[in-house]
């Protein structure tokens, strides 16, 4: 059974092609948004960044929306390997009430922020090589403050309108905020590159907590974040509304480099109010040059057939399991350890990369 597929541009391919897959040519690792979608990658995370990376120390760029800006939170501890097996059982603890309200939803996730960095706040801000930039979105208009949740519902409404007619005028309602450790922007996403207004701030051990609660603040479903220490005043939300498979300029990163994306699918979605339009998919667009570099390594269709339920994690997990949490977390749990399929084959790969197995983006 193959476990994982990989999914190359052209670059890339070219690349894979003449020099193999080396630890060295890894320049950035983009991780998606998707919730429990990304406990799955905990034991190929785990390799990566604690043993096949470290082989070959550079800098590099660790951005992440959501999950995945936790998931690479994890990446920069000292010991990354306990952090994502303890961010894997602290996401898969989460218990809730019956209807769980935002106070409600708030607080277990600031507890479970709080158990995961509380430490280690330090070690992760200022990792020797890797970057960490943490993805959040900032209302504007209708979002820029809103007084109530009927008040965010309405404002939600407009953006995915907005979104609808076209993905540009989304950024009437919301722009960018990229939080990066060393307080630089990344070369590559400056300057500009889309209708969305971007701001870079920098990332530090006080406000790594606000920024990676805002950047997996769901919308109607928890509070938004009401202002980051050293980011643009304002209100906050997830940010996979404008980034959810990370859609970014990866081309801009220098001849010879290479972005590894281990993502849920080969597909990448721009933003999450995109998900129904797959006219929207990043490789369909006039951007597709944009990924001519990337390398997607997504689970198989056989894979997820071992799964329970036969899919990944995801958050209709809460409602089909309701209050039975001890099933739930033994489900998840029995899809991290299946996960390790994904770590042997992608070492597999790594040790000797076959361009057959490889099909274009």
């Keep these: 059974m193959h476990a994982l597929s990989f999914h190359a541009g052209p670059r890339a391919l070219a690349h894979l092609r003449d020099h193999g897959l080396r630890a060295r040519d890894v320049a950035v690792i983009p991780a998606a948004a998707g919730g429990p979608k990304g406990l ?12 096949w990376l470290p082989q070959a120390p550079r800098e590099r760029a660790l951005i992440g929306s959501s999950i995945g800006a936790w998931r690479m939170a994890a990446a920069c501890h000292a010991d990354p390997a306990a952090a994502f097996a303890r961010l894997g059982q602290l996401y898969c603890g989460q218990r809730y009430t019956a209807k769980p309200d935002q106070h409600e939803i708030d607080l277990v996730c600031q507890q479970l922020l709080a158990d995961f960095i509380g430490g280690h706040e330090d070690e992760v801000v200022n990792h020797p090589q890797h970057r960490l930039h943490l993805l959040t979105n900032r209302g504007m208009r209708g979002l820029a403050d809103p007084r109530h949740r009927g008040h965010e519902a309405l404002g939600f409404a407009a953006a995915s309108l907005l979104n609808l007619a076209s993905r540009e005028r989304l ?15 990344p070369h590559w996403l400056s300057p500009s590159f889309d209708k969305f207004t971007t701001h870079f701030s920098a990332l530090n051990r006080a406000n790594l907590g606000a920024a990676l609660l805002a950047s997996g603040t769901l919308p109607l479903i928890m509070k938004p974040v009401r ?18 498979n990370l859609a970014l300029p990866y081309s801009r990163i220098g001849e010879g480099e290479l972005v590894l994306y281990p993502h ?8 999450w109010l995109d998900k129904s339009l797959p006219w929207r998919r990043a490789a369909r667009g006039a951007n597709r040059g944009w990924l001519d570099n990337v390398i997607i390594a997504a689970p198989t269709p056989e894979f997820l057939r071992l799964l329970p339920l036969g899919k990944l994690p995801d958050r209709k997990d809460f409602k089909y399991y309701g209050l039975d949490h001890d099933a739930r977390i033994r489900a998840w749990k029995q899809a991290i350890g299946e ?19 490889v099909r274009p983006l």
């Design 40 to 51: 799955i990658f905990q034991a190929l995370d785990q390799w990566l960044f604690g043993q």
């Design 171 to 185: 950024a009437h309602m919301l722009e960018r905020v990229v939080v990066s450790a060393g307080g630089n922007a």
């Design 227 to 244: 202002g980051i220490a050293d980011a643009p005043p304002g209100t906050y939300w997830d940010g996979g509304i404008i980034d959810y």
């Design 264 to 271: 849920f699918t080969e597909h990448i979605v721009p933003g």
């Design 339 to 357: 996960g390790g399929r994904l770590r042997d084959a992608f070492a597999a790969f790594a040790a000797r990369p076959d361009p057959a197995l």
